[in-house]
């Protein structure tokens, strides 16, 4: 008797033992790439020597970095569409749509296993597939045909019961469980969601579930698939791609969640963290100043729906600006079609185009000390890209609802028709263009914001090095390798991108490594957290790190680390963290001894006391420690 989740990973695993915390390897049917940490991924690549990817699918998206002030982001799109046509792999345009929506709407296979360069992959897990986020040099490998290595996670069953209410929604049940299960709740953990409750929910409400799973920090989330699916595919004239996949029957999991619909009230996350949760009525009647609609989370097209049933022959309140960017130009089209969009345009919402958008602080940044409620799934410290700005995580209800009357709103306090036009089938995959049928006639276009990869050094014997930044817990990776308009454009330029490392926390960060000639990083619990880029490894890195001490640390950061040549140690006693200090002289003496015992003492020569702590790596990771990195690790093998 398996769960779900079980019989995906068990069909898939090519090595190891198929039981919770044991490694394993698995195969990846489909992969996923986005701008913003593609150009990086198709570069490693290319540095692997491969020719054709090996992979049943692999799609390259553009929809993070689409502002092109400067030539930047153009140059990065004409490589990534170069770059696909040459290596077989599909291209969607910039505009297409943000790639979660899309590979839901066109690819998404129940039973499937799909791996992609970005933390909120996990959103296809809503059509019964294994969806996982990952650092671009993992895609690259499950490209190359290479199985992805992970610990088999604890299967965790969230059992929805009852009916949702009028002006509750998808968005509220999982900052519900972020509020019982917080940011590093998931570790280790596949959320399976079953029970009665899951009939309530739509295809894109199941998506705004296992999207915003990647907040609990968990391996991914999934829901089985049902005639829900079924008619979700059909309109996506895509029946044929139909399985009909779930539990069976008494299957046994490692831990259940209840959560009754009924008694479920909407709720925001408030700043600065997806799990500081508060139900709405007690946020009632704050002024504000933003709403911003869209993102991977809530927008599909029951979410603009809802928001146009909300808005309809209303305006949005003059301390408003409201903005909406649709996930994808197919449901863009269809909201055209049935005058959703008329609705929008006349209640003075500014239309954005279908890209992440503001999500990752690509402009529509709010004003000092704004308050903003966003759909989105992520308000961390400074993402907007306005450091003492208020960001408000809440379901499209709440955003819109807000939006008129110009004050925090309880949806469920007003009326509106919660019936809305069936969704259409409509499909125009026009912009989504085939590999090139002679890919050796097709020219890579390098423009000039694309330098070659940096090359790290063989891990050395003993090491001294200096605490370079000492910091708190559930440090993400926006803290570590900030996004948004200023920052992003310089992705693939990785000099460029270490002078912005840890710009909120340290000034200055990358002279300090310059100074002492790289050194160690300190952290708390759950560090880096938050997104899949590989920029928050490769740049220390660059600047010369060689370990992160932490409490305990983010999945796909750990990874990461390890791919670039940073050892990853954690505190044998957690109370030692507060042995070190900022600018300490620490010395690890023979870390090669890690091979056979990931148990380790550092020298704190400033304080004269010895620190136990644990590599968190097995023995593959060891060799690409001690290589420098997984791509001189493939390049000395090969
Ligand atoms: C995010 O939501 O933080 C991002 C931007 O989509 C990242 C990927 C990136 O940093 O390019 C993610 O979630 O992995
Ligand atoms: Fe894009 Fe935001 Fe989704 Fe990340 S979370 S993929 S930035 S929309």
Do not use: W
């Not at 290319?46 to 993070?64: I, N, T, W």
């Not at 014997?461 to 992003?488: M, Q, R, Y």
Request: proline residues 4%; aromatic residues 8%; negative net charge.
């Amino acid at each position: 008797m398996k769960t779900l989740a079980q019989k995906i990973l068990d069909a898939h695993t090519v090595s190891g033992i198929t039981q919770a915390g044991e490694p394993i390897e698995l195969i990846m049917d489909q992969t996923l790439t986005q701008d913003a940490t593609g150009t990086m991924a198709y570069m490693q690549l290319e540095a692997m020597g491969v020719d054709q990817v090996k992979s049943e699918l692999s799609v390259s998206y553009v929809d993070h970095n689409t502002l092109q002030s400067g030539y930047m982001n153009a140059d990065d799109h004409a490589y990534l569409q170069s770059v696909a046509a040459k290596h077989g792999v599909y291209f969607s345009k910039a505009g297409n749509g943000i790639c979660h929506q899309l590979h839901l709407e066109r690819f998404a296979k129940p039973g499937k296993t799909l791996i992609g360069s970005d933390s909120h992959t996990p959103t296809s897990g809503a059509m019964a597939m294994i969806a996982i986020g990952a650092g671009g040099l993992d895609v690259a490998k499950a490209m190359a045909g290479l199985p992805y290595r992970i610990t088999y996670p604890k299967i965790t069953e969230v059992r929805l019961q009852g009916k949702l209410a009028h002006g509750v929604s998808a968005k509220d049940i999982i900052l519900e469980l972020l509020r019982r299960e917080s940011v590093k709740g998931g570790v280790g953990k596949i959320y399976e969601y079953t029970g009665e409750g899951i009939k309530e929910l739509s295809v894109y409400q199941r998506a705004t579930i296992t999207n915003m799973g990647a907040e609990l920090g968990a391996t991914t989330s999934l829901f089985p698939s049902d005639e829900i699916t079924y008619e979700f595919l059909k309109r996506q004239q895509r029946e044929q791609d139909f399985v009909e996949m779930k539990a069976d029957e008494g299957a046994v999991y490692d831990e259940t969640i209840i959560i009754d619909l009924s008694a479920l009230k909407p709720k925001a996350a408030c700043p600065n963290s997806p799990d500081n949760i508060k139900n709405i009525a007690e946020l009632a009647g704050k002024k504000v100043d933003q709403v911003a609609i869209g993102s991977c989370t809530n927008s599909g097209y029951e979410d603009l729906m809802k928001v146009a049933a909300i808005l309809k022959g209303k305006k949005i309140a003059e301390n408003v600006s409201l903005v909406i960017s649709p996930g994808s130009r197919q449901v863009m089209r269809k909201l055209i079609q049935n005058g959703a969009f008329t609705v929008f345009v006349d209640a003075g919402a500014r239309i954005l185009e279908c890209t992440c958008g503001p999500c990752i602080g690509m402009g529509q940044s709010p004003k000092s000390e704004g308050v903003s409620l966003r759909t989105f799934n992520r308000n961390f410290y400074g993402r907007s890209g306005t450091l003492s700005a208020e960001v408000y995580l809440v379901s499209p209800e709440t955003a819109a609802a807000s939006a008129v009357t110009g004050y925090v709103c309880d949806p469920t306090t007003i009326e509106y028709e919660d019936q809305f036009a069936a969704e259409p089938s409509y499909v125009d995959d026009s912009m989504i263009y085939a590999p090139a049928e002679d890919p050796q006639e097709v020219e890579v276009i390098f423009g000039p914001n694309i330098k070659p990869l940096p090359i790290n050094d063989a891990l050395p014997e003993s090491f001294g090095k200096k605490v370079v930044i000492k910091l708190e817990d559930n440090i993400t990776t926006d803290h570590i390798a900030p996004a948004g308009a200023k920052v992003l454009p310089y992705r693939s330029n990785i000099e460029k991108l270490s002078t912005f490392v840890f710009e909120n926390n340290k000034k200055d960060f990358y002279k300090v490594c310059n100074e002492h000639g790289g050194g160690i990083i300190v952290a708390g619990e759950n560090y880096g957290q938050g997104s899949s880029r590989e920029h928050a490894a490769l740049a220390p890195m660059y600047l010369g790190v060689k370990a992160v001490i932490a409490k305990s640390f983010a999945r796909i950061h750990l990874a990461n680390l390890i791919n670039f040549g940073i050892i990853p140690f954690v505190f044998a006693n957690k109370e030692d963290y507060d042995k070190i200090d900022d600018l300490d002289d620490l010395v690890f003496e023979n870390v090669y001894g890690l091979k056979d015992d990931p148990n380790f003492i550092v020298y704190n020569a400033t304080k004269n006391i010895r620190i136990p702590v644990i590599a968190q790596i097995n023995n593959a990771d060891y060799a690409l420690l001690k290589a420098g990195g997984a791509l001189n690790f493939i390049r000395n093998s090969q």
